[in-house]
């Protein structure tokens, strides 16, 4: 059976693709700025500040490196959910379509053909 509309199929796949990609890119990255900010907040500890010569400087790097880390992953994550969600509404709209198609063929194929007409006189 013939594959119709193609390019919503490709523009679907590139859509899957995209969002998985964009998910483990966007995590790689929230751990890469989480990290960058705990070490920095670390190297500055008791240097600059409230609470200078104590460990503030670390807890208030941890505090943002949480934060930050929460806030990437979840919009990222909510980025990449609307890309696959996209893809997959594409999917089912052709799904759809592909399953009309079949069914109108088999009623097609059932079809019995009308008597012919009576004779006229």
Known sequence: MERKYRALRTIATVFKILGWIIL?????????TSASLLLGGASYMGMVGPGRGSDAGFVWSLIMAAVSFVGVVVFVGLYA????????GIQVFLDIEQNTREMARKLGEKAVAPPPP????
């Open 24 to 32: 483990v890119l966007g995590i790689l990255s929230a751990c890469g």
């Open 81 to 88: 959910l609307i890309l696959i969600a996209a893809a997959e």
């Open 118 to 121: 009576p004779p006229s006189q």
